[in-house]
């Protein structure tokens, strides 16, 4: 894994039980066994295990598009929802794919870039393998 991740969370509060608790409740994080591994309002790790049916092409082999878009935009909501201690509903999401995703859990890593009174946004990258796949900035409504 590169370090591209350096960041310090020693001051900041951990709210990776929080993320952890109303992810869990969600059925589709539950069923993909999908981790917050650490959590905090500045930064989020996650990592969804590989399973063959999360391929989308079978002769790469590559994990489909749709599963690390999924791993982005939650990585970055983690961000939020924890400050928060309730879900963020997304309002927008790019996703540069880099390379495939290959037969390895995914991590995602999340990154505040901007935190205002009704929106959220994160910078988030997605590894495979321990290799960097994938780039996103997700924006997250963070009013009510």
């Excluded at 082999?61 to 909501?77: E, F, I, M, N, Y």
């Excluded at 928060?84 to 037969?103: F, I, M, N, Q």
């Excluded at 994160?122 to 780039?135: F, L, Q």
């Amino acid at each position: 894994m590169d370090d591209s991740h350096p960041h310090s969370d020693a001051d900041a509060e951990d709210l990776t039980a929080t993320v952890a608790d109303l992810y869990e409740r969600l059925p589709f994080h539950r069923a993909q066994g999908i981790e917050v591994v650490s959590a905090s309002a500045e930064h989020a790790h996650t990592r969804w295990p590989f399973d063959e049916s999360l391929l989308g092409n079978p002769e790469v082999p590559a994990v489909h598009g749709g599963v690390v878009s999924a791993l982005a935009d939650l990585t970055g909501a983690a961000v939020f929802v924890g400050p928060l201690e309730r879900y963020t509903p997304t309002v927008d999401l790019r996703v540069d794919y880099l390379s495939h995703a290959g037969e390895a859990d995914l991590e995602g890593h999340a990154t505040v870039l901007r935190k205002g009174a009704t929106v959220g946004v994160a910078d988030v990258t997605v590894e495979s393998g321990g290799e960097r796949c994938a780039t996103a900035r997700g924006v997250y409504k963070l009013g009510r």
